[in-house]
């Protein structure tokens, strides 16, 4: 069995990649280490590059369209890691998850329509709604045991008139899985107030060893025929840029009404390399995203023990999905412009602002990406360490 390596440093500088090229035009410096933008700084797969060059073997890039093999392994991958059974009538090719988030607000809701989030949440969940003329209603988390948690009084008061909830299923900043407990009261609230549901796995097949992730829409009938769901292999094996992920929709006039809306946008053609890289991703992945899940394990516990030791004043919310840890520094007492500052021109790291997540609340909190190099991770660190001692 092949062994794969995640610890060799690869320098993506020079890729026009966003996560490291991107700092030099927004901080002025090249000494800058990026653990913000999720994706991961390993290598992705060979088995999808080796597909992707294959393709290229053939000289004719013309317009393409979804192989049988892409269905397949699309289709086989769902039932068999999240029990979602779908066929290729009830999938749709998306290119992007937050594209596909607008796509259903500005078909199924109006201007002015509010949508339910709870924060601290991915940004564009916050942005996209607002950019599509929507109202952004916020329902905050609370910390219980160190993992985040639904606040069911507020939600259930924030849901009252709203149109739809974005979920983010495992929970981005943190990688929180919600629990079937969790996921049956959000059903029966949006159910009985006929709020649409949107659900955005993207990093479910990151759950980490120990963990399980439960798709929404295999809850209740009532849940799958109210909801959306969002899958991609992007964050899993890495290949983001490709721009390939999935849509699912349960209920068959909400297919028909989406769906439709989707085609008449021309979104559906896709583009050669999402297709040929998400078919060998999702056929032979299995094993290579079990070796980075272990990996990554790994990485979340010498996290774990760090702060623990160096960083004892820091509230931190671990992922049980996902390379995505919460990091609130409130104890410290550094206003959160002297710390922003400090993250950047002391450590030369840089980490997502918590108040892109939800506002003022979460000024002392930062987003770090631990999908890269454990010797990375804990160069990183030290130097957070040193620039708050
Ligand atoms: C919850 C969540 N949804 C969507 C995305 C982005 O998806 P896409 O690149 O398919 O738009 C991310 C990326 O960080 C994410 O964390």
Redesign the pocket.
């Known amino acids: 069995m092949k062994q794969y390596d995640f610890d060799t440093p690869i320098d993506r500088r020079g890729t026009d990649c966003f996560k490291w090229d991107a700092l030099q035009g927004m901080y002025g410096r090249d000494d800058l280490t990026p653990m913000w933008?999720?994706?991961m700084d390993w290598r992705s797969p060979d088995f999808v590059i080796d597909a992707l060059k294959q393709r290229l073997d053939h000289p004719v890039l013309g317009y393409t369209m979804p192989s049988e093999g892409y269905w397949q392994a699309a289709t086989s991958w769902l039932a068999k890691h999240y029990n979602v059974h779908t066929t290729k009538e009830s999938l749709h090719f998306?290119?992007?998850?937050?594209?596909?988030?607008s796509y259903a607000l500005l078909c199924l809701t109006q201007p002015g329509d509010k949508v339910l989030v709870t924060t601290p949440?991915?940004p564009?969940?916050l942005n996209v709604p607002k950019g599509c003329g929507r109202d952004v209603v916020c329902s905050p988390l609370k910390i219980e045991n160190g993992r985040f948690e639904i606040d069911f009084d507020d939600f259930e008061r924030k849901a009252d008139g709203c149109k739809v909830f974005i979920m983010?299923n495992?929970?981005?900043?943190a990688g929180t899985l919600w629990g079937k407990e969790t996921l049956s009261r959000i059903a029966e609230i949006c159910e009985r107030k006929c709020i649409l549901v949107i659900s955005?796995e993207?990093?479910a097949d990151l759950t980490l060893p120990g963990g399980k992730h439960v798709s929404y829409s295999t809850m209740s009938d009532a849940a799958a025929c109210h909801s959306i769901t969002?899958m991609?292999p992007?964050?899993t094996f890495n290949i983001?840029g490709l721009?390939?992920?999935v849509c699912y929709i349960g209920d068959e006039a909400l297919r028909k009404r989406f769906f439709g809306w989707l085609d008449a946008l021309g979104v559906a053609g896709g583009n050669i390399f999402a297709f040929v890289a998400a078919e060998a991703a999702f056929a032979q992945g299995a094993e290579w995203q079990r070796q980075m899940l272990d990996y990554l394990h790994e990485n979340v516990h010498t996290l774990h023990t760090f702060l623990k030791e160096r960083l004892p004043m820091v509230r931190v919310v671990l992922p049980e999905a996902?390379y995505?840890a919460w990091l609130d520094f409130s104890a410290y007492g550094i206003p959160h412009k002297e710390l922003a500052d400090r993250l950047v021109n002391k450590a030369r790291v840089v980490l997502n602002d918590g108040t892109t997540f939800g506002g003022d609340d979460y000024e002392c909190c930062f987003r770090l990406n631990i999908g890269c190099p454990r010797s990375q991770m804990l160069d990183v660190l030290g130097r957070i360490a040193d620039c708050l001692s």
């Open positions: 933008v999720a994706d998306i290119p992007g998850i937050v594209a596909g988030i949440v991915y564009p969940f983010s495992p929970h981005n900043p955005d993207i990093h969002f991609a992007s964050k983001a721009g390939s992920s996902s995505l």
